[in-house]
């Protein structure tokens, strides 16, 4: 049980934020996503802002004032890895232990539930566009895609047996998942350059300058997970690419149509994320420095969005008739 509090901070805090993806995956399946989608957003990261504000405060104000008189970095609980079980402890509340380590077996086996059924529904969708074998997209006659699920679940046991922890799986998780919010801002400004969505002239720029601070923000999240992780995701991208060929030789006239040269950006990417990682602090080389890694990232990351508006023959200073254009 006590492995499960060994992640870092900042990779479980993060992880709490990321609840919001199942409202959209799962939007297909909604009456009303028009409404109901922004509306499980915005109450989802309003909830959880305040639950986690509520419980910092109630720990900090709990704490005896002995126990952190040699600063927040030296306060331990002897025998416990666990900060809320430490202090359950040390107040004598061993009663709350109890039902600490009961919550969690169930938190992380409700989280399996919605992430097994947002997962198959993706995996659906790639069945469905032709990347991988079309019989995983097959749904039963109650509506479930019993095939995914399987698959899904194959998947993951091979890559639970590879991690010795929950931190390193914790980390791998968040960062596999910040790796594909890059997609994000980088479609945000092609569409707005390509003005599939219309904005202002004027309010171009905030937005390209928008999404390149969150494609930064992206990448030095990814960066921070450390080399241990980055060269797995690296074994993770090499195996996409690998399926995505096969299927391309299995499914010629479908699969003809990608695009690989505008497509290229994500090998310059990553391939540039794993020479920084492996020089980095975060268990590469300390060639780069800490804080002067930061300021590499965010030039590399503002280079890895214009040579993607590039390859997409856009240019940011691209003229728009003033008829074409609306308000938002």
Same mark, same amino acid.
């Given at each position: 049980?006590?492995?499960?509090?060994?992640?870092?901070?900042?990779?479980?805090?993060?992880?709490?934020?990321?609840?919001?993806?199942?409202?959209?995956?799962?939007?297909?399946?909604?009456?009303?996503?028009?409404?109901?989608?922004?509306?499980?957003?915005?109450?989802?990261?309003?909830?959880?802002?305040?639950?986690?504000?509520?419980?910092?405060?109630?720990?900090?104000?709990?704490?005896?004032?002995?126990?952190?008189?040699?600063?927040?970095?030296?306060?331990?609980?002897?025998?416990?890895?666990?900060?809320?079980?430490?202090?359950?402890?040390?107040?004598?509340?061993?009663?709350?232990?109890?039902?600490?380590?009961?919550?969690?077996?169930?938190?992380?086996?409700?989280?399996?539930?919605?992430?097994?059924?947002?997962?198959?529904?993706?995996?659906?969708?790639?069945?469905?566009?032709?990347?991988?074998?079309?019989?995983?997209?097959?749904?039963?006659?109650?509506?479930?895609?019993?095939?995914?699920?399987?698959?899904?679940?194959?998947?993951?046991?091979?890559?639970?047996?590879?991690?010795?922890?929950?931190?390193?799986?914790?980390?791998?998780? !968040?960062?596999?998942?910040? %790796?594909?919010? &890059?997609? #994000?801002? +980088?479609? @945000? /400004?092609?569409?707005?350059?390509? $003005?599939?969505?219309?904005?202002?002239?004027?309010?171009?720029?905030?937005?390209?300058?928008?999404?390149?601070?969150?494609?930064?923000?992206?990448?030095?999240?990814?960066?921070?997970?450390?080399?241990?992780? !980055?060269?797995?995701?690296? %074994?993770?991208? &090499?195996? #996409?690419? +690998?399926? @995505? /060929?096969?299927?391309?030789?299995? $499914?010629?006239?479908?699969?003809?149509?990608?695009?690989?040269?505008?497509?290229?950006?994500?090998?310059?990417?990553?391939?540039?994320?794993?020479?920084?990682?492996?020089?980095?602090?975060?268990?590469?080389?300390?060639?780069?420095?800490?804080?002067?890694?930061?300021?590499?990232?965010?030039?590399?990351?503002?280079?890895?969005?214009?040579?993607?508006?590039?390859?997409?023959?856009?240019?940011?200073?691209?003229?728009?008739?003033?008829?074409?254009?609306?308000?938002?």
């Amino acid at each position: 049980m006590a492995s499960r509090f060994q992640c870092s901070t900042f990779s479980w805090h993060y992880l709490f934020f990321l609840g919001f993806n199942p409202a959209i995956e799962l939007s297909k399946e909604v009456k009303d996503p028009m409404k109901a989608v922004p509306k499980a957003l915005l109450l989802s990261l309003l909830f959880t802002t305040l639950l986690y504000t509520i419980l910092q405060a109630a720990f900090i104000y709990a704490l005896p004032n002995n126990s952190y008189a040699n600063g927040w970095s030296h306060l331990t609980f002897s025998g416990v890895t666990a900060p809320i079980q430490g202090l359950l402890t040390l107040l004598g509340v061993t009663f709350f232990v109890k039902v600490l380590y009961l919550e969690s077996v169930i938190t992380p086996f409700g989280t399996g539930l919605v992430i097994g059924a947002t997962t198959s529904r993706m995996t659906c969708a790639m069945s469905e566009n032709g990347y991988i074998p079309k019989k995983l997209s097959h749904f039963n006659q109650k509506g479930t895609p019993v095939k995914s699920i399987v698959f899904n679940t194959i998947i993951a046991i091979i890559y639970l047996f590879t991690f010795s922890s929950w931190k390193s799986l914790v980390g791998l998780l !968040v960062a596999c998942l910040t %790796l594909g919010y &890059i997609v #994000g801002p +980088l479609a @945000l /400004g092609l569409l707005t350059a390509q $003005n599939k969505i219309l904005f202002k002239v004027h309010h171009k720029k905030y937005i390209h300058a928008l999404c390149t601070i969150a494609l930064t923000i992206c990448t030095l999240i990814v960066y921070w997970a450390g080399w241990n992780v !980055v060269q797995k995701i690296g %074994l993770l991208i &090499i195996s #996409g690419y +690998l399926i @995505l /060929g096969i299927m391309c030789l299995l $499914n010629r006239k479908k699969m003809g149509n990608l695009n690989i040269i505008k497509g290229s950006w994500i090998l310059v990417y990553f391939l540039g994320l794993c020479i920084f990682s492996y020089l980095g602090t975060f268990g590469g080389m300390a060639i780069i420095p800490f804080g002067i890694d930061v300021v590499y990232i965010s030039f590399f990351s503002i280079g890895i969005y214009l040579l993607s508006l590039k390859l997409s023959k856009i240019k940011l200073s691209e003229k728009v008739s003033k008829a074409q254009l609306q308000t938002i």
